[in-house]
């Protein structure tokens, strides 16, 4: 007689109330050995789909951009290398359980070459008991990757120090491509109780010990972040006030001293 085995998949996803039969001598159903199948099949295009998110390549690490110069510094999609480590960090995981356990020469570690190893292998890590976690993993990798690729590139510009009393601080802001992050405040890396709005990042520059002795260069688009004016207004006040400007990688930049002088006797006009 058949001992019925309920699937690791199902019950470890969305499915959990109403998990299907494992086939036999599996521990997946049909189903959600299709789908492990696929995801795995899928994660090396997703890789590279992160990879394209983050301009085509891949960073060695997090770089800031630090005060005193033009504030596009690097963009990079800090969603999309987490993925790409996650992916290849996972794949390594799963191929070395099966390289170890079934005396098998492991694959590089590329992700294709992982990926193709792990299909290889798929019905005996479908038998295996860990088969249910590998699903569900593999699964939130596929879900984690699709929506890194649809995330705004952020950047991280470091300010300076904090301006609060005896902290030793440094002031960073998190900006996306669409703009300032308004669910980020500029905030101090020592003490999440020093931040500041978006609209207050000129002013707290200048509370910086050696605001003076800098020059900041702004797009026309950080401009109209900073003080939330269409960037159709920025050109025109530029043009009208000949603020000072200057062209870098075929962008053209302008002295923040003339928005925040502008903006500072004008801060309704539009």
Do not use: K
């Amino acid at each position: 007689m058949r001992t019925i085995v309920w699937c690791e998949g199902c019950r470890r996803g969305s499915d959990a109330a109403d998990p299907g039969l494992a086939l036999d001598g599996l521990r997946l159903c049909a189903q959600c050995l299709r789908l492990l199948a696929r995801r795995i099949e899928e994660l090396p295009h997703m890789y590279e789909e992160c990879g394209r998110a983050l301009g085509g390549s891949v960073p060695s690490g997090v770089r800031e951009h630090t005060s005193g110069g033009p504030l596009p510094g690097m963009t990079i999609n800090a969603t999309a290398v987490e993925v790409r480590t996650e992916i290849l960090g996972t794949l390594s995981a799963w191929s070395g359980l099966v390289a170890e356990q079934r005396e098998v020469r492991a694959p590089r570690r590329a992700v294709d070459q992982l990926a193709g190893f792990l299909l290889r292998h798929l019905r005996w890590l479908a038998a295996h008991p860990a088969a249910g976690d590998a699903a569900q993993e593999v699964a939130r990798l596929a879900r984690a990757a699709r929506r890194a690729v649809a995330a705004e590139p952020v950047r991280r510009v470091q300010v300076g120090g904090c301006v609060e009393p005896d902290c030793p601080g440094r002031i960073v802001a998190t900006l996306r491509d669409g703009g300032l992050d308004e669910r980020m405040r500029i905030r101090c890396d020592a003490d999440p109780d020093h931040s500041w709005t978006a609209a207050e990042w000129t002013l707290l520059r200048r509370a910086l010990p050696d605001a003076a002795a800098e020059e900041r260069w702004l797009t026309a688009q950080d401009i109209s972040r900073l003080w939330d004016t269409p960037v159709g207004t920025v050109y025109r006040l530029a043009s009208e006030h000949r603020w000072p400007r200057r062209s870098r990688g075929g962008r053209t930049y302008y002295s923040e001293l003339a928005p925040h002088a502008h903006f500072t006797r004008h801060p309704r006009r539009t």
